[in-house]
């Protein structure tokens, strides 16, 4: 007796279930999109105890004539493609015959559909046809799954709670929502209204229907195209962030899909301006052309093939970095605080700290006097536009050394504050940082006297420079030894000194960094490095490129490889640990530029001297700092992506003071 044998076409569709039908959502993805291949413009979805029970999905769609409607539960039967040539410019979201099947092999499924006429009602359990006639109907499809998985029972133990289950229906409805803001959807579950679109055509009125309109108000939109992809969509501002990629949504030709390198350079363009393990809120639509995308890889069509993929994540990359750049990226105060009762004490506790760095800040009109009196600090040219006169020197050494004196003899030099632990970095640079700091449009190194020549100071309030983007700061004064507090004429302005300067630092020694030479140093004793079989047959594939960034691997026994020389602009004493962090990422990635390599040590030696909280500046040390602020190319982010100054308007002032009322409180305003 023959062994093999052909299975039967239900056991056959269950099987193919399995990879179509993995859950209620799967269900509703698949008839949804059914519907919208059918040319919808309006789809209502109804489930019942998270999907299980029922799931119905009605459209408007051309529905199904009466002599195809049996032909559409058959499997591998399709209306999209009839070659092979069809398969490589797949336009709509079903193709493969399988989803309708596959459903019914594992629920009780019951269409009735109408392309104008007479309807057809078809009624199918477990995979077979009982039933098959006339019905009123609409023009439309009307499709009702009931009792899925109730012949295959061992299906329901691999489902999650029904809260989970219906988390996951409304994530597929929200993101076929984004792909199609033309189509008006809406999901009822229990007779509760969960998702409503106005089909519209406006995808910002989806996103605030989706996300809430205070997140639609934080997205600008974006656009940009080449010869091969055009790129459109909403980006959150930094402000605006989540703590997973779940709220990237990635729409390709209208097909929601998974896939991690364009998700990724969504998030590269954001450079700096993002906290680390935080992420957009972002839906990004790409158009291309079919014949450079194959979508025929996975049953579920979530992950697709793409041609020339680098060349479409840097338009990615550059399209969202270019359209921050745009942008004023100071977050409001009363933005970031929670709406609870917490509101009213986080106000409360904000009016007492500008209370009390006001009454702290009081103006010094000449020399501070102590038991010894100091050299006088002039400070910069009118070019400058900084600080008054003089001002009482606070000390600049590490918190660590405890308190100074409060002034410093003429005649012993003064360490600047933005300079710590010197001898710990890079000299030349740091030799390069303080001249430029120094003498760059004649501001001075914070807490180094200036020159004895320079120019009488203007005025305390004469605003520092600014650019387009960044407010005119009058500084005012410093809380707790951290913040510094500035008036604009938009409102007061409050700087974090230490995210403040990791920005200036970081911009000056990526600059400073990449235009240091490729010549090579040689090591006295060269660096003998070992790594398992693995790695070495890795890294043989890869000497080439650790060449191209000036790192040399020779082979030096089976499993080791011994390096004599290093580029220049490694760190002093870091040799060793920079190089294996360079191999690391070659094991890891597969590749590596000098760039991205020297922008990891540029935010790392820019935080190592940056000036650290509870350490106090004066007058003249503060404007300096917000001086080089203000010419920053991003002001408004430090390195690692926090928020560097925060605003609060003249409006939010005279609410914290209660000179004007809150928006739900009734009765007369107060006036002065």
């Known amino acids: 007796?023959?062994?093999?044998?052909?299975?039967?076409?239900?056991?056959?569709?269950?099987?193919?279930?399995?990879?179509?039908?993995?859950?209620?959502?799967?269900?509703?993805?698949?008839?949804?999109?059914?519907?919208?291949?059918?040319?919808?413009?309006?789809?209502?979805?109804?489930?019942?105890?998270?999907?299980?029970?029922?799931?119905?999905?009605?459209?408007?769609?051309?529905?199904?004539?009466?002599?195809?409607?049996?032909?559409?539960?058959?499997?591998?039967?399709?209306?999209?493609?009839?070659?092979?040539?069809?398969?490589?410019?797949?336009?709509?979201?079903?193709?493969?015959?399988?989803?309708?099947?596959?459903?019914?092999?594992?629920?009780?499924?019951?269409?009735?559909?109408?392309?104008?006429?007479?309807?057809?009602?078809?009624?199918?359990?477990?995979?077979?046809?009982?039933?098959?006639?006339?019905?009123?109907?609409?023009?439309g499809t009307d499709i009702t799954v009931t009792d899925l998985f109730g012949n295959v029972p061992a299906r329901l133990k691999y489902l999650k709670s029904p809260t989970t289950e219906l988390s996951k229906i409304t994530d597929i409805v929200n993101r076929i929502a984004l792909s199609y803001p033309d189509i008006a959807f809406s999901l009822v579950h229990n007779g509760r209204e969960l998702t409503r679109t106005s089909g519209r055509g406006d995808l910002q009125q989806v996103i605030a229907g989706i996300y809430g309109v205070q997140s639609a108000r934080k997205m600008v939109a974006i656009a940009g195209e080449n010869s091969d992809f055009k790129v459109t969509g909403y980006v959150s501002l930094p402000e605006l962030t989540r703590a997973s990629r779940q709220y990237i949504s990635i729409l390709l030709n209208g097909r929601y899909i998974h896939n991690y390198q364009l998700s990724k350079a969504l998030v590269a363009g954001y450079g700096s301006k993002l906290m680390v393990g935080r992420y957009p809120l972002a839906v990004l639509a790409i158009t291309m052309d079919p014949l450079l995308v194959d979508v025929n890889v996975h049953p579920t069509k979530q992950e697709v093939r793409i041609s020339q993929e680098p060349e479409l994540t840097q338009l990615i990359q550059k399209t969202v970095f270019d359209r921050l750049a745009q942008e004023n990226l100071i977050p409001d105060v009363f933005n970031e605080l929670p709406q609870?009762?917490?509101?009213?004490?986080?106000?409360?506790?904000?009016?007492?700290?500008?209370?009390?760095?006001?009454?702290?800040?009081?103006?010094?009109?000449?020399?501070?006097?102590?038991?010894?009196?100091?050299?006088?600090?002039?400070?910069?040219?009118?070019?400058?536009?900084?600080?008054?006169?003089?001002?009482?020197?606070?000390?600049?050494?590490?918190?660590?050394?405890?308190?100074?004196?409060?002034?410093?003899?003429?005649?012993?030099?003064?360490?600047?504050?933005?300079?710590?632990?010197?001898?710990?970095?890079?000299?030349?640079?740091?030799?390069?940082?303080?001249?430029?700091?120094?003498?760059?449009?004649?501001?001075?190194?914070?807490?180094?006297?200036?020159?004895?020549?320079?120019?009488?100071?203007?005025?305390?309030?004469?605003?520092?420079?600014?650019?387009?983007?960044?407010?005119?700061?009058?500084?005012?004064?410093?809380?707790?030894?951290?913040?510094?507090?500035?008036?604009?004429?938009?409102?007061?302005?409050?700087?974090?000194?230490?995210?403040?300067?990791?920005?200036?630092?970081?911009?000056?020694?990526?600059?400073?960094?990449?235009e240091?030479?490729?010549?090579?140093?040689?090591?006295?004793?060269?660096?003998?490095?070992?790594?398992?079989?693995?790695?070495?047959?890795?890294?043989?594939?890869?000497?080439?490129?650790?060449?191209?960034?000036?790192?040399?691997?020779?082979?030096?026994?089976?499993?080791?490889?011994?390096?004599?020389?290093?580029?220049?602009?490694?760190?002093?004493?870091?040799?060793?640990?920079?190089?294996?962090?360079?191999?690391?990422?070659?094991?890891?990635?597969?590749?590596?530029?000098?760039?991205?390599?020297?922008e990891k040590t540029a935010i790392m030696m820019s935080c190592k001297r940056a000036i650290k909280a509870n350490h106090h500046l004066d007058d003249q040390q503060a404007r300096a700092l917000l001086v080089k602020l203000a010419t920053a190319e991003n002001p408004f982010n430090c390195p690692h992506g926090r928020p560097v100054l925060v605003h609060l308007t003249d409006q939010d002032l005279e609410r914290l003071f209660k000179r004007i009322q809150d928006p739900h409180h009734s009765g007369d305003d107060w006036g002065e």
Do not use: C
């Open 1 to 139: 007796m023959a062994k093999i044998h052909e299975l039967a076409s239900v056991l056959a569709d269950q099987i193919a279930a399995g990879e179509v039908v993995e859950r209620p959502a799967s269900v509703v993805k698949e008839l949804v999109e059914n519907a919208i291949d059918a040319h919808s413009t309006q789809i209502d979805i109804t489930v019942e105890e998270a999907g299980l029970k029922r799931i119905s999905v009605v459209d408007d769609g051309d529905g199904i004539a009466d002599d195809d409607t049996e032909m559409a539960f058959k499997r591998h039967a399709t209306s999209k493609i009839t070659d092979r040539r069809d398969l490589f410019k797949v336009q709509s979201l079903g193709f493969r015959g399988e989803a309708l099947p596959s459903i019914a092999s594992v629920a009780d499924v019951t269409l009735t559909t109408s392309t104008g006429g007479v309807g057809t009602l078809i009624h199918n359990v477990g995979g077979h046809i009982v039933a098959h006639e006339p019905a009123a109907a609409r023009k």
């Open 516 to 598: 240091v030479s490729d010549d090579e140093q040689k090591l006295l004793v060269p660096i003998v490095l070992d790594y398992p079989t693995t790695d070495v047959l890795a890294l043989n594939d890869h000497l080439d490129t650790l060449a191209s960034v000036g790192l040399n691997l020779e082979s030096f026994g089976p499993n080791s490889f011994i390096v004599h020389e290093h580029p220049t602009w490694f760190k002093a004493g870091q040799e060793t640990d920079t190089i294996k962090e360079m191999i690391d990422w070659v094991l890891r990635d597969g590749k590596l530029t000098v760039a991205a390599f020297r």
């Open 340 to 514: 609870t009762k917490s509101h009213e004490r986080a106000s409360d506790q904000l009016t007492m700290a500008l209370n009390d760095a006001s009454q702290k800040y009081t103006p010094t009109t000449g020399p501070t006097l102590t038991h010894r009196e100091p050299a006088p600090r002039p400070t910069a040219t009118p070019t400058s536009q900084s600080a008054p006169t003089t001002a009482q020197p606070t000390p600049s050494a590490p918190i660590a050394a405890g308190p100074a004196p409060l002034s410093t003899p003429a005649t012993s030099p003064v360490e600047p504050v933005m300079v710590q632990k010197k001898a710990e970095l890079n000299l030349p640079l740091v030799q390069q940082f303080d001249a430029k700091y120094q003498h760059e449009g004649k501001v001075w190194a914070l807490g180094t006297p200036a020159p004895e020549s320079a120019a009488p100071a203007k005025t305390a309030a004469t605003p520092l420079p600014t650019t387009p983007r960044f407010p005119q700061l009058r500084y005012l004064g410093q809380v707790h030894g951290t913040y510094l507090l500035a008036e604009a004429d938009d409102g007061l302005y409050l700087i974090d000194q230490h995210a403040a300067q990791e920005r200036v630092n970081y911009e000056f020694y990526r600059q400073a960094i990449g």
